[in-house]
């Protein structure tokens, strides 16, 4: 099957949700940051469009700066341990999501299976549509960024990322690479496509680091 590759399972939620709506007190006391506004509905936002993939032969690949490369299937990697947390979305367009429950693999999990080396402390995501975007590893191993699989008891819709995207809930949502393919752990920092474009690398919403 190509497309979608939607499979209308249930996903399972192990343990309890954790809450993470909290985080923006690291901030100040404004939950919606600057210049945004809340909305009920989860706008979709690709740079161009939804890529078809095959289930059967997706692969979720860790490369770079590790002692041992990964490389997962589709069902391999749903059936890694997993969290489900209530997050906030931040889009850089302006709106902001709150209450997302995302279930997936803890980045911190993934650095810990792939060894990853002293050296690295830089990440870049790449996606299957040619997206890639870039984080300091300190960054990605906090709590909260997760590998998502499945939103709100469901599979992760294609339109927002399904099979697996990346969700970075202290910063926009344009380091949360949807369609994650890949994960490669660098020395030297890489700009991924919105930050090479004049999207700020830091991306912090309280701080309204909208641009670079
Ligand atoms: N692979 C990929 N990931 C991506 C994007 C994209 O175009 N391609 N857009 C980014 C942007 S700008 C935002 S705001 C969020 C949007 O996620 P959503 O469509 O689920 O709302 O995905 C981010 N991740
Ligand atoms: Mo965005």
């Known amino acids: 099957m190509t497309g979608s ?3 209308d399972a249930d996903v399972a939620i192990e343990g309890d949700v954790e809450d993470l709506t909290g985080l923006y007190r690291e901030h100040g006391d404004q939950r919606l940051p600057p210049g945004q ?27 770079g700066s590790v002692d041992d490369s990964l490389s997962y299937s589709l069902d391999e990697f749903r059936d890694l341990p997993s969290v489900t947390q209530r997050q906030d979305f931040h889009c850089v367009t302006g709106w902001s999501k709150f209450d997302c429950e995302f279930t997936g693999v803890e980045f911190a999990d993934i650095v810990e299976r792939a060894g990853v080396r002293e050296d690295a402390e830089h990440v870049l995501f790449h996606a299957l549509d040619g997206y890639t975007t870039n984080l300091p590893l300190d960054e990605c ?13 469901d ?5 927002h990322g399904g099979p697996i995207r990346v969700v970075t809930p202290h910063t926009y949502a344009y380091k949360g690479a949807k369609w ?33």
Do not use: I
């Open 5 to 7: 590759g939607a499979t």
């Open 37 to 63: 506004r809340e909305t009920d509905r989860f706008p979709v936002l690709s740079k161009s469009g939804t890529p078809a993939w095959d289930p059967e032969s997706f692969r979720f690949e860790v490369w």
């Open 141 to 153: 191993a906090r709590e909260g960024v997760l590998f998502a699989f499945g939103y709100d008891g």
């Open 155 to 159: 599979e992760l819709p294609a339109d």
């Open 180 to 212: 994650v393919s890949g994960v490669e752990f660098l020395a030297e920092k890489e700009l991924g496509y919105w930050e090479k474009r004049g999207y700020s690398d830091a991306a912090n919403p309280w701080n309204e680091e909208r641009y670079g």
